[in-house]
T-cell receptor
Framework: EIVLTQSPGSLSLSPGERVTLSCKAS???????LAWYQQKLGQPPRLLIY???NRATGIPDRFSGSASGTDFTLTIARLEPDDFAVYYCQHYDDLTPPLTFGGGTKVQMK | EVHLLQSGGGLVQPGGSLRLSCTASGFIFTDYAMTWVRQAPGKRLEWVSAISPFSDFVYYRDSVQGRFTFSRDNSRNIVYLQMHSLRVEDTAVYFC???FGPGLAFYDSWGQGTPVTVSA
């Protein structure tokens, strides 16, 4: 089972800042099958990125994803007030388990 | 517009049963696998179970295997999660989610979530 470790656990930032969130996989993620979600308090997750770097429908281009080996990064170019939330990475494949999520990074307002 | 409307859930004693439902609209239901994901209070998201478009394949996480049953009614665009022998550690908000396609396990639409509390 691939273990995903996200860092940092939380960040305190101001609107307009650039944000870089890390997700490190314990082994190679096949076919670049990694997704990112945003979750606000009391809401379901929202798909942001799939296939490492593909933005989901309706996601603004200030969100981008990248990878280097087993290290994955979600970047928010310029933080907006609506972006304060928890961000999760997820390894996926076909339907068969195990399917794992990272522990999340909370982006909060400074 | 895709919409997933969940119902069911609530408070149940350990060993009890509950059934969750999720009614889908806004997409061709039989083109997509569906999934349940849960989130215990303050914890990470946890995949629970997935079902293929025509129920050929159903998968469960180890901790719910044999206790939970995931089914779908394609004539009514509904999925169900029947939960038996519930444990305190099953306490979580349960989300139904639409898979991106028939066979890829990431999720582009989610239900609103329904809380399940297992407590004496």
């Amino acid at each position: 089972e691939i273990v995903l470790t996200q860092s940092p656990g939380s960040l305190s930032l101001s609107p307009g800042e650039r944000v870089t969130l890390s997700c490190k996989a314990s082994q190679t993620v096949g076919r670049n099958f990694l997704a990112w979600y945003q979750q606000k308090l009391g809401q379901p997750p929202r798909l942001l990125i799939y296939g490492v770097s593909n933005r989901a429908t309706g996601i603004p281009d200030r969100f981008s994803g990248s990878a280097s080996g087993t290290d994955f990064t979600l970047t928010i170019a310029r933080l907006e007030p609506d972006d304060f939330a928890v961000y999760y990475c997820q390894h996926y494949d076909d339907l068969t388990p195990p399917l794992t999520f990272g522990g999340g990074t909370k982006v909060q307002m400074k | 517009e895709v919409h997933l409307l969940q119902s069911g859930g609530g408070l149940v004693q350990p060993g009890g049963s509950l059934r969750l439902s999720c009614t889908a609209s806004g997409f061709i239901f039989t083109d997509y696998a569906m999934t349940w994901v849960r989130q215990a209070p303050g914890k990470r998201l946890e995949w629970v179970s997935a079902i293929s478009p025509f129920s050929d394949f159903v998968y469960y996480r180890d901790s719910v295997q044999g206790r939970f049953t995931f089914s779908r009614d394609n004539s009514r665009n509904i999925v169900y999660l029947q939960m038996h022998s519930l444990r305190v550690e099953d306490t979580a908000v349960y989300f139904c989610a639409k898979n991106f396609g028939p066979g890829l396990a990431f999720y582009d639409s989610w239900g609103q979530g329904t809380p399940v509390t297992v407590s004496a």
